[in-house]
């Protein structure tokens, strides 16, 4: 008979990224207990990394009681696909082609294993833990290098046939000759203006259509972050203050579009660009409310994410093995 102690309550969340790749042990409340890292360029092939994984991994589980205390392992990652357990042709990591990692830590550590995108993970997380967490319609949005988006209809996430469904981020937003090229190999996706490195190609182009002063022109145009454009935004700053006026009516217009598709209760909006606060919700919720179908006003939320200052990769893997 199980004691209180082996009673398997925690999870093992994983996050990696193309710099490191981040370990945490969650309790059911989603705090995280133990934390841990290493980088993930420095193992040139999948079998080098897990094995390095399982080496940082062990002390942490150790540090909770053991291996029977763990009920499964999450696993976030760029082209993780949670159908078949598999990284798939991920550009930015140093494994190319279709690499087994769920079952190779499976194999490994002897636990359930999953594995799925970053932004799928992040829906999972805000389901299990934050802002969602009773929901059953939302769409996750995650303002970052990218932009992702995890779709959860009925209580589950979409995957669609092949386990890549909801990149709403190549979402094609324009489709004129001056639209932006995006690292998907087409042009005008949604990406490429509403992502932190959409942020900073709108601050250029900008700045150089106009002599407005700017404390952003005190930047290197090739140093500029849009943590930058927050900052002098914050100051008042009228070049910045437009860059998050045009960025928050495009993602707004594109959610309208999107509510057509599944009506959800609320967008969950993450990443740093949300720490501008008002100065890119406000355009955002008024180009929304100008844009949505009628029988759509008033219907859906748009909501900042509650675990913006947690480790949410962490915990959003974890979450993968909520249904345990």
Same mark, same amino acid.
């Given at each position: 008979m199980n004691t209180l102690n082996s009673i398997p309550t925690l999870s093992i969340g994983v996050d990696i990224g193309g710099t490191n790749a981040v370990f945490g042990i969650v309790n059911e409340d989603g705090r995280i207990l133990q934390e841990a890292s290493i980088r993930t360029q420095e193992y040139p092939t999948a079998d080098t990394f897990?094995?390095?994984?399982?080496?940082?991994?062990?002390?942490?589980?150790?540090n909770v009681g053991g291996i029977e205390r763990i009920k499964g392992m999450g696993i976030g990652a760029p082209?993780?696909?949670?159908?078949?357990?598999?990284?798939?042709?991920?550009?930015?990591?140093?494994?190319?082609?279709?690499?087994?990692?769920?079952?190779?830590?499976?194999?490994?550590?002897?636990?359930?294993?999953?594995?799925t995108n970053d932004a799928n993970a992040a829906a999972m997380g805000e389901m299990v833990y934050g802002t969602a967490r009773?929901?059953?319609n939302f769409i996750m949005i995650t303002l970052g290098t990218g932009v992702g988006s995890g779709?959860?209809?009925?209580?589950?996430?979409?995957?669609?046939?092949?386990?890549?469904?909801?990149?709403?981020?190549?979402?094609?937003?324009?489709?004129?000759?001056t639209a932006r090229r995006c690292g998907c190999g087409r042009c005008g996706c949604l990406e490429t203006y509403c992502s932190a490195t959409g942020v900073v190609?709108?601050?250029? /182009?900008? !700045?150089?259509?106009?002599? =407005?002063? +700017?404390?952003?022109?005190?930047i290197d145009p090739d140093k500029l972050e849009s943590k930058d454009v927050s900052i002098a935004a914050n100051q008042g700053d009228a070049i910045a203050l437009q860059i998050f006026q045009r960025t928050g009516e495009i993602l707004? /217009?594109? !959610?309208?579009?999107?509510? =057509?598709? +599944?009506?959800?209760?609320?967008y969950i909006l993450f990443g740093g660009l949300m720490h501008a606060g008002d100065l890119i919700l406000r355009p955002i919720q008024e180009a929304y409310?100008?844009?949505?179908?009628?029988?759509?006003?008033?219907?859906?939320k748009i909501l900042v994410s509650s675990l913006m200052n947690t480790n949410a990769a962490i915990l959003g893997a974890a979450a993968l093995t909520a249904s345990e």
């Open positions: 897990v094995e390095a994984s399982v080496a940082c991994i062990r002390p942490l589980i150790a082209n993780g696909n949670f159908y078949t357990g598999c990284i798939e042709l991920a550009p930015n990591l140093p494994w190319k082609g279709i690499v087994p990692l769920a079952e190779m830590f499976h194999l490994a550590l002897g636990i359930p294993t999953y594995i009773g929901m059953k779709i959860v209809i009925d209580g589950k996430l979409v995957y669609g046939s092949d386990g890549f469904a909801g990149e709403l981020g190549h979402f094609v937003i324009n489709r004129t000759a190609r709108t601050a250029r /182009e900008l !700045l150089q259509a106009s002599d =407005t002063p +700017s404390l952003l022109r005190d707004g /217009e594109a !959610l309208s579009d999107f509510t =057509t598709f +599944s009506s959800p209760e609320a409310d100008r844009n949505v179908m009628p029988v759509f006003r008033g219907k859906t």
